[in-house]
């Protein structure tokens, strides 16, 4: 992967990005999304910012070698403070981190958050929670998708700002609201892999020489629900 050929995994992310946009891209590491885009003509102004002082070494090498750096500015901070007013960032993108991180960053950074920017986010885990933390902020979900790439399933997460607030059942949460509507194959292949997972918990306990059949119980619930969903039956 480079800044010309994109992962399939960032390279779905590039797609939420709309054309025009001012890109805030948080954990960049070595920029090769913000650079694709500006390439493009998608952007024409982005943040690129790292809080390890090595990811922004990279990108620097990586945005000086495209004779970018009048498009694209790196910075060494901690999250979301690597965006500054006068950038008038109207989108920001955060990948390849765990749910609870990009949380964090979300939360950590509240301020810098004018409620105008449109978030696309990349959680490698954890997608319910960064979700509990979207509706929780007023957020609402426009878009999602799901994809596999070498082996692994990644699911994309596109917010703005709503103007009331902003409620989702449990199920939606866990799954995704437009994730459970479509129910791609992909979709379904993760949560039947989540149904084997929990199929092998409840053996090994079933083996246990104390068995906790109140856990069991709750995971076949689990399994239940999941295999409703899959099925459209919830």
Request: proline content about 4%.
């Amino acid at each position: 992967m480079n800044s010309t050929h994109l992962s399939k995994r960032l390279q779905t992310v590039s797609d939420h990005v709309e054309s025009g946009s001012r890109l805030a891209d948080i954990g960049s590491d070595h920029a090769y999304l913000p650079i694709y885009l500006a390439k493009n003509h998608i952007i024409d102004y982005g943040v690129v910012g790292e809080v390890a002082k090595g990811p922004l070494s990279n990108a620097i090498s990586e945005i000086t070698k495209e004779n970018l750096l009048d498009v694209l500015h790196p910075r060494l901070a901690d999250g979301l403070a690597a965006i500054e007013p006068d950038d008038q960032v109207d989108a920001i993108t955060i990948a390849g981190m765990g749910g609870n991180l990009i949380t964090h960053i979300l939360e950590a950074g509240r301020d810098k958050l004018s409620g105008n920017e449109k978030l696309i986010l990349q959680p490698n885990v954890g997608e319910p929670v960064v979700r509990k933390w979207l509706m929780k902020n007023g957020y609402r979900i426009f878009a999602e998708q799901i994809l596999k790439e070498d082996g692994h399933i990644y699911e994309i997460i596109t917010a703005k700002k709503a103007a009331s607030a902003v409620t989702y059942s449990p199920l939606e949460l866990e799954f995704g609201p437009f994730l459970i509507q479509q129910r791609s194959p992909v979709f379904i292949e993760k949560w039947q892999s989540e149904i084997g997972l929990r199929k092998r918990v409840i053996s090994d306990m079933q083996r246990a020489t104390h068995k906790d059949d109140v856990k069991i119980a709750a995971i076949q619930a689990e399994i239940k629900t999941i295999e409703e969903v899959i099925t459209g039956e919830s």
